[in-house]
């Protein structure tokens, strides 16, 4: 037997619960894992409240990203004991997530724990870390160095921000962290962020190109913040979109990409290469400063996991939310 959050969907409406499930719950895969830790990202706290269409098989155990060690496996990569980390791959959209005690996975998605990461540390950098590091190297391999000048995080106080911020200060660069929330200004200075900026500067409709600012961007928020920073970079700038916490919608023109050479990088987790995902770990196991990722941490127990989704997608948690599920 084993605890799990579990949604339904049917006649008596969408709702997520704390269950007991039995072992003849799991679904198909090759190899087993006793979970230690998840955590909560944005995509959880919308599976979790219902408020985005995530979750397309019911009942569904939430949760995108686990780490834990093997208790069974039938893959020529994977034995008992291996300490393994998951993230993506339509896990917790598709196939049963990490907010339980065990999970069955197929072992092509998993990877082996980076060595000197914890299970903990794993989840506390999950997708949206892991993420932001894609968005990192997204910026490197366009060319952007610390020495072009500022680079924008939007959504910073959130987990993909905190850790953009944090990696980006490790590596040199000039951050200014975008937010809505200045009482997390200190929070955010701690981490790295050279200047603080109010949201509400790059949220209203603003024009096709303005003062050219920004060496290059993270953005997780979408809409006309996106627009704003990408009306706002530099020459030969780079800006990586990933997010849409603000918005799925893009009201933006081709005036900054036409006359400013501007490029609009796109940068998805889910589906995202085995390569790609070693290369972001490895990073992350480098340029990540792991006393600086504690400040970002939150831990919860699973009992805690559907009040905190709803307080995530409100905006109201900051940095990553620890799942502790044991
Ligand atoms: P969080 O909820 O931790 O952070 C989101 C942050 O966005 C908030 O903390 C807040 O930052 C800001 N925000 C929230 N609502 C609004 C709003 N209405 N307008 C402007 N800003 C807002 O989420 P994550 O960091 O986990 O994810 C961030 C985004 O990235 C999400 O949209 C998520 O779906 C996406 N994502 C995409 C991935 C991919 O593969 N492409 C992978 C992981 C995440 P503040 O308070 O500082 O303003």
Same mark, same amino acid.
């Given at each position: 037997?084993?605890?799990?959050?579990?949604?339904?969907?049917?006649?008596?409406?969408?709702?997520?619960?704390?269950?007991?499930?039995?072992?003849?719950?799991?679904?198909?895969?090759?190899?087993?894992?006793?979970? =230690?830790?998840?955590?909560?990202?944005?995509?959880?706290? !919308?599976?979790?409240?219902?408020?985005?269409? @995530?979750?397309?098989?019911?009942?569904?155990?939430?949760?995108? *990203?686990?780490?834990?060690? /093997? /208790?069974?496996?039938?893959?020529?990569?994977?034995? #008992?004991?291996?300490?393994?980390?998951?993230?993506?791959?339509?896990?917790?959209? %598709?196939?049963?997530?990490?907010?339980?005690?065990?999970?069955?996975?197929?072992?092509?998605?998993? $990877?082996?724990?980076?060595?000197?990461? +914890?299970?903990?540390?794993?989840?506390? #950098?999950?997708?949206?870390?892991?993420?932001?590091?894609?968005? %990192?190297?997204?910026?490197?391999?366009?060319? &952007?160095?610390?020495?072009?000048?500022? $680079?924008? @995080?939007?959504?910073?106080?959130?987990? &993909?921000?905190? #850790?953009?911020?944090? @990696?980006?200060?490790?590596?040199?660069?000039?951050?200014?962290?975008? +937010?809505?929330?200045?009482?997390?200004?200190?929070?955010?200075?701690?981490?790295?962020?050279?200047?603080? $900026?109010?949201?509400?500067?790059?949220?209203?409709?603003?024009?096709?190109?303005?003062?050219?600012?920004?060496?290059?961007?993270?953005?997780?928020?979408?809409?006309?913040?996106?627009?704003? /920073?990408?009306?706002? +970079?530099?020459?030969?700038?780079? &800006?990586?979109?990933?997010?849409?916490?603000?918005?799925?919608?893009?009201?933006?023109?081709?005036?900054?990409?036409?006359?400013?050479?501007? +490029?609009?990088?796109?940068? *998805?987790?889910?589906?995202?290469?085995?390569?790609?995902?070693?290369?972001?770990?490895?990073?992350?196991?480098?340029?990540?400063?792991?006393?600086? !990722?504690?400040?970002?941490?939150?831990?919860?127990?699973?009992? *805690?996991?559907? =009040?905190?989704?709803?307080?995530?997608?409100?905006?109201? &948690?900051?940095?990553?939310? /620890?799942?502790? @599920?044991?």
């Amino acid at each position: 037997m084993y605890k799990a959050i579990v949604i339904h969907k049917d006649e008596a409406g969408y709702r997520a619960g704390l269950e007991t499930l039995d072992e003849s719950a799991l679904p198909e895969g090759d190899v087993t894992v006793k979970v =230690d830790y998840s955590c909560l990202n944005y995509k959880d706290g !919308l599976a979790i409240t219902g408020k985005g269409p @995530v979750v397309r098989r019911f009942p569904m155990v939430p949760g995108i *990203d686990l780490a834990g060690s /093997v /208790v069974a496996s039938e893959h020529p990569d994977f034995a #008992v004991g291996d300490a393994v980390v998951l993230n993506g791959w339509g896990v917790g959209e %598709v196939h049963p997530g990490g907010l339980a005690q065990l999970a069955r996975l197929k072992g092509d998605w998993l $990877i082996p724990l980076p060595a000197g990461i +914890t299970p903990r540390q794993a989840m506390a #950098v999950g997708t949206a870390g892991y993420t932001a590091m894609l968005c %990192v190297l997204g910026l490197e391999k366009a060319g &952007v160095t610390p020495d072009q000048g500022e $680079i924008v @995080v939007t959504g910073a106080a959130g987990g &993909v921000g905190s #850790v953009a911020v944090a @990696v980006l200060a490790k590596l040199g660069y000039t951050v200014v962290a975008s +937010t809505g929330r200045a009482e997390e200004a200190d929070y955010l200075k701690g981490l790295g962020a050279a200047e603080i $900026i109010d949201r509400k500067t790059l949220s209203e409709p603003g024009k096709p190109l303005a003062r050219e600012r920004w060496a290059g961007a993270v953005d997780t928020v979408g809409g006309h913040t996106l627009a704003n /920073v990408c009306a706002s +970079t530099k020459y030969l700038g780079t &800006v990586t979109a990933c997010g849409l916490a603000g918005g799925a919608d893009l009201p933006a023109t081709v005036m900054p990409f036409i006359l400013r050479g501007v +490029t609009l990088k796109g940068i *998805d987790s889910v589906m995202a290469p085995r390569a790609a995902r070693l290369e972001a770990w490895t990073r992350l196991g480098r340029d990540l400063d792991m006393a600086k !990722l504690e400040m970002m941490v939150t831990e919860i127990g699973l009992e *805690d996991a559907i =009040d905190t989704a709803g307080r995530l997608i409100e905006g109201k &948690v900051r940095g990553r939310t /620890v799942v502790n @599920v044991n």
